[in-house]
Structure formats: structure tokens, C-alpha cells
């Protein structure tokens, strides 16, 4: 049995470098950079025998996850916030990859991330490209495809669900993620991306298919959480 390690903090390009906004290139960037680290307290509440609840008072933003999940770990820098919870455990933003040690296989990790008066432009290609699509539409290029899924709000945030993985013709690492990217009017940006994690791929069997399976399985919790988000 062949086991691979999915990045527990996947890059996912929020720039899709391109000469058109049919052109994507998923793996161009990283999450939004937060060098200086400030560690808030982080008390978890317990809303339901099934859900807990994450609240930032300093950002104004909350939301419930599965009580039996790992996390939240929470990372501040300035006007940037980051928050990972997942089925097995989460680590601090920036640990090495050597150092972070599964539990179990075939997990699944959610990280959101919210910028306040987010003044780059990294994501508008992406708006644009899934602008331009329909539902169930993907645009790729040689390394990457993005599918989008739908079109969505929250509040006066608008923007995307879809998902990012491979082209067809990549023969690098899986990656597979599903993320939901919204902004508002303030400039407020909001990434939230759901992954599989230490995926085991029986022999025979193709990695994207398991990766699917394990993203559909997850969807559910991926949707409540989504569902449950207060927003400035």
C-alpha cells in the first residue's frame, strides 16, 4: 500500500497567473503570507453535543466545527487571520512538514483564512476566470484545473465555490481542494479551504478518485461550517 502526505497547509493559488481569464495556474502562489505571529487565546465553546464553537472578538468572525475534530490552531498577523481545524490533528501555521505526525489516514482538514482591507489584487484573476465559467465548467492549463462549482453569498460577501487540483496531464503530487473565496465591498477577503489528508491509495487504484470520495464524504461538515460563519 502506497501511502501520500497531503500538505496539511496546501498551497492554493488565490492568483491564477494567466494572459486570459480562461488561464489558470493554481500552484503559482501560496496562502496570503503572515510572517508576524501573534498567538490569541483560543477557548473553544461548546454549542451542542456535536459542535463547538471558534470566535475571534478582534476580527468579528465565528463559527461551529465538529466537537470531536482537532483545533482550532489560530494564527494572527496585522489585518491577516488563519484558523485550521480538521479530523486529525492541526499544527501550528509554519511547522514543518517533518514534524507534524498523523494519526490517522484519509483525514480532512479545513483552514479559513480572512484578510481585513485586503488591498492586493492576487485574487481577482480568479474571480475573473470563475467569472467566466458556468457551473460544473473547469479552465486549466498544463499543471492545474479549476472547476467551478457555484456562485455564492454570505451577507454582503460575494463570490465562488470550487475546486483546484491537477490537470490532466500533471504527473506531480495530488492536490485536490475544495474552497470557497469571497470579498465585500470594505475590501474584506474571505478563503476558506476544506483538503484531504495522509490519503492511502491502495495499489491499482487512481489518487484522484480516493481524493474525490474523501472530499464528497467531508462535504457536509465543509458546508455546515461555511453555513454557521458570522462575517464582519
Known amino acids: 500500500m502506497k501511502k501520500l502526505i497531503f500538505p496539511l497547509f496546501l498551497i492554493v493559488s488565490l492568483s491564477l497567473a494567466a494572459c486570459s481569464p480562461q488561464t489558470v495556474t493554481p500552484t503559482a502562489t501560496t496562502e496570503i503570507p503572515l510572517p508576524a505571529l501573534t498567538t490569541a487565546a483560543v477557548t473553544p465553546e461548546a454549542t451542542s453535543t456535536t459542535e463547538q464553537t ?3 472578538t478582534d476580527f ?5 466545527f ?6 482550532p490552531e489560530e494564527y494572527v498577523s ?13 499544527y501550528p501555521y509554519g511547522t514543518d512538514r517533518t514534524e507534524q505526525k498523523a494519526t490517522r489516514s484519509n483525514s480532512y482538514q479545513i483552514v479559513l483564512q480572512f484578510n481585513r482591507n485586503d488591498t492586493g489584487t492576487t485574487w481577482q484573476t480568479t474571480f475573473d476566470t470563475l467569472a467566466g465559467l458556468q457551473d460544473g465548467q473547469s479552465s486549466s492549463d498544463m499543471r ?10 454570505l451577507g454582503s460577501y460575494q463570490g465562488y ?19 470557497i473565496l469571497l470579498r465585500d465591498d470594505q475590501g474584506h477577503l474571505l478563503n476558506l479551504m476544506g483538503s484531504p489528508n495522509n490519503v492511502e491509495i491502495p495499489l491499482g487504484q487512481g489518487w484522484s478518485e480516493l481524493y474525490q470520495q474523501i472530499d464528497t464524504e467531508n462535504q457536509p461538515i465543509f458546508t455546515a461550517l461555511f453555513d454557521s460563519l458570522s462575517l464582519p
Open 144 to 153: 492545474s484545473k479549476l472547476i467551478r462549482v457555484s456562485a455564492l453569498d
Open 78 to 90: 496585522g489585518d491577516s487571520l488563519r484558523v485550521a481545524v480538521g479530523s486529525d490533528e492541526v
Open 161 to 179: 465555490e470550487y475546486i483546484v487540483t491537477l490537470a490532466d496531464t500533471a504527473s506531480t503530487e495530488p492536490v485536490y481542494s475544495r474552497v
Open 54 to 56: 471558534y470566535t475571534s
Open 60 to 64: 468579528g468572525l465565528s463559527f461551529t
Open 66 to 71: 465538529p466537537r470531536d475534530w482537532y483545533g
